[in-house]
């Protein structure tokens, strides 16, 4: 796969698998797209994208903050198969953390709904309806906090 990967994508994006707990997580934050129709009702990481001179962290804090009126505290990236993270499309991918807020997160208009999915069946996570190019992110996550237990 990363052989058929650019050097560079043009856009960089940032996600967030919000943890319920950072030492002993039982569940973590998805979100469902508002937007656009053909993504409508899918599950994601809350995030967005990175502006120009902002750094990946910055920006995933100000999208957090934006979408869902949380402040979070990041904890470890899940590392994709790319310096940038995880191929999104030729253009775009994304970099994704775990982290945590003490806030209740809130519903903006880029998204229907969010919901804490417990992680006690990972079967019934992958399951949901993800944004295709976020399962291979969904499942990474899924592996690194069983190898983190």
């Known amino acids: 796969m990363s052989s058929d990967l650019p050097a560079r994508f043009r856009t960089q994006v940032v996600g967030v698998a919000l943890l319920d707990d950072a030492q002993h997580p039982t569940a973590f934050l998805a979100a469902q797209r508002a937007y ?3 993504l ?3 599950w994601e990481f809350p995030g967005g ?3 120009p001179e902002e750094s990946a962290e910055a920006a995933l804090v100000r999208e957090c903050a934006e979408e869902l009126s949380v402040r979070v505290e990041l904890l470890d990236e899940i590392p994709g198969p790319h310096a940038q993270g995880w ?3 030729e253009r775009a991918a994304m970099r994704v953390w775990t982290g945590t807020t003490a806030d209740a997160p809130v519903v903006g208009a880029d998204h229907v709904a969010v919901r804490w999915v417990p ?6 996570v992958l399951a ?3 944004i295709p190019v976020d399962l291979p992110i969904v499942r990474a996550l899924l592996g690194q906090l069983t190898r983190g237990s």
């Open 36 to 38: 656009p129709q053909n």
């Open 49 to 51: 994208k990175q502006e």
């Open 40 to 42: 409508r009702g899918l």
């Open 119 to 124: 992680l006690s069946d990972p079967d019934a």
């Open 128 to 130: 949901l309806p993800w």
């Open 87 to 89: 191929p999104l499309s």
